[in-house]
């Protein structure tokens, strides 16, 4: 597909890039705000007992290079327990540069991952507030007494005289105190585990040669109750735009931007070689697709906090509590050649308050690792192709813990499908991923259910990138994008008769014509449109929060925003 439009933005070294001192006002007067659609945070209603900044970082030519802040301690006038844990992130640009990928970590944990959006030469900035209180326990070891922590936050950046642009980005944490209500907010576990490389960047990179993520894990307490992975990925090089690939190498043709490795791509989640969890990704797309100036200033769903993913491992509790050393695995499965997949992991654990060590078995595992169905007719041009990809899989895990049964059940569907023609300048097609999973837990005496719930997804895509060259040497050409993007999901709890349920809807209509015929050289001419809509409402004890925002831009510029928003009374 030989569409680079992430580079359709004209060189400009007249643009000086911007640095700000320590001490300079956030936001940078005059910048544009770049943001994702999310819910704001549900927060305490006092204000923060204190709020700590590890100050600003200019991350200019920063390639291997992460800003580290080591010995940080949260200070004694924060306490040492918090009902909530808030990291924000701050980060501004100014000139010419690519979309880059920022990642922040503590003592190995990582907080948060996301994509800045490419800068102009009038600049951009940007803020991403992220609830981190699960992580307490991580925090609680670096107070007064417990030692210092690492923070460590990567975002490697290239600057010279044509990609001018330096991310000016500030990391600080907001501890509130100790009072909750509600049903659902005792969720902290009480001891966490990082899954990371040990080396500067703690996530580890598989390289596209089908090698998996494997992390030795220290001896675990004997009394786990309750366990669960949260998993880390991102995609790069000739993954980023995996939704678009040819069903295998035989359809390749990198020079016109056509990769094989498939469509369908699958999380997986190993304990001493045994699979225990597997989980089809959302498409990220990230600020730099296609058409950047389509993303200003609406970036893509989630694209400045990535999504992880959870796993449920409390069936495999026992195992983890047997008083051996295990080994966690993270696998990503067709890893198209040359491709960079960045993955990394937390393991929460909840432990049996008498310290008693837990009896219990895995009952039953049951993975369908069965290959998608793919249907493929090749175009007379020898390199353009239509091809369609399906598969539904199915898993079953049950396990045994004290006087308890856990079982989990999960179902993955995707269909997909792309069409290549003009000799790989034009694709078009539809992607699609559905899962649903369902969890009980049961009493093993009297088999009465003392929980259960489900979580159902869905991320439906819609795209068309066509370039049209209008010069026999492609130097004049006329360029098409489509996104029709979504993110649905659907989550309920109970637990004992009480019960909590969410519903998020998002979805994304991004459209962009680019020419560069009107005026030689490097002069281009843009009409982008992008509608997003967003809705969440959560229900619990609380009460009802429901939130809204319904945002249109026309060549980077709002031209309606609403927003709707109800709590309950207080």
């Not at 705000?33 to 927060?43: M, R």
């Not at 843009?526 to 997003?532: F, L, R, T, V």
């Amino acid at each position: 597909m030989n569409i680079p439009l992430a580079n359709l933005t004209t060189p400009n070294p007249n643009t000086a890039a911007s640095l700000l001192p320590p001490t300079s006002a956030f936001p940078p007067t005059n910048y544009t705000e770049t943001f994702q659609l999310a819910s704001p945070l549900t927060l305490p209603l006092t204000n923060p007992i204190c709020t700590t900044t590890l100050g600003w970082h200019a991350f200019k030519s920063s390639y291997g290079n992460p800003w580290v802040t080591k010995h940080f301690v949260v200070p004694p006038n924060c306490g040492t327990s918090w009902s909530t844990i808030v990291l924000t992130l701050q980060s501004s640009a100014k000139g010419r540069q690519f979309d880059r990928i920022y990642q922040v970590w503590v003592n190995g944990f990582e907080l948060l991952r996301g994509c800045t959006n490419e800068p102009t030469r009038d600049g951009v900035w940007w803020e991403i507030r992220k609830d981190v209180t699960d992580l307490s326990p991580v925090f609680q070891r670096s107070t007064s007494g417990g030692g210092g922590m690492t923070v460590t936050v990567a975002l490697d950046n290239v600057n010279d005289d044509v990609y001018t642009g330096v991310y000016n980005t500030s990391v600080s944490f907001e501890f509130y105190s100790m009072v909750q209500t509600g049903f659902g907010k005792n969720s902290v576990p009480d001891m966490a585990v990082a899954l990371e490389s040990k080396e500067l960047y703690p996530h580890i990179v598989l390289d596209g040669t089908g090698k998996a993520a494997s992390f030795k894990v220290p001896l675990l307490p004997r009394n786990i109750l309750r366990a669960e992975l949260e998993y880390y990925v991102s995609y790069h090089q000739s993954d980023e735009f995996y939704y678009v690939n040819g069903p295998d190498d035989s359809y390749a043709s990198p020079e016109n931007g056509i990769f094989g490795g498939g469509t369908y791509k699958e999380l997986q989640v190993y304990i001493d070689d045994i699979q225990v969890g597997v989980e089809a990704p959302f498409q990220l797309v990230y600020t730099g697709a296609n058409d950047p100036k389509l993303w200003k200033p609406i970036s893509p769903i989630r694209s400045e906090d990535f999504p992880s993913y959870r796993f449920d491992l409390t069936p495999f509790a026992s195992v983890l509590a047997n008083g051996k050393e295990h080994t966690i695995t993270l696998n990503v499965t067709t890893q198209t050649k040359k491709s960079l997949w960045f993955v990394d992991g937390i393991l929460r654990l909840w432990l049996d308050d008498s310290g008693a060590p837990v009896t219990g078995t895995v009952m039953e595992t049951s993975f369908e690792n069965i290959e998608p169905t793919v249907q493929v007719v090749k175009h007379e041009n020898g390199i353009d192709f239509a091809a369609s990809t399906s598969v539904v899989k199915k898993s079953l895990v049950r396990g045994q813990v004290g006087d308890w049964i856990t079982s989990i059940s999960k179902r993955i569907e995707f269909d997909g499908f792309v069409n290549y023609t003009q000799e790989g300048k034009s694709v078009t097609g539809w992607h699609n991923i559905a899962t649903s999973t369902f969890w009980n837990v049961t009493s093993v005496i009297t088999g009465v259910v003392r929980g259960w719930g489900f979580t159902v997804s869905t991320y439906p895509m819609t795209f068309n990138f066509t370039q049209i060259p209008m010069s026999t040497n492609g130097s004049l050409y006329y360029s098409y994008t489509l996104y029709d993007h979504a993110q649905n999901v659907n989550t309920f709890l109970s637990m004992t008769g009480r019960g909590s349920s969410s519903n998020t809807m998002e979805r994304h209509i991004a459209e962009g014509f680019v020419s560069n015929l009107q005026t030689l050289p490097h002069s281009w001419w843009n009409n982008d449109s992008h509608i997003a809509s967003y809705s969440s409402v959560v229900l619990n004890d609380d009460g009802c929060v429901s939130y809204g925002r319904n945002v249109q831009t026309v060549n980077g510029t709002i031209i309606s925003d609403k927003v709707q928003e109800s709590k309950p009374s207080k």
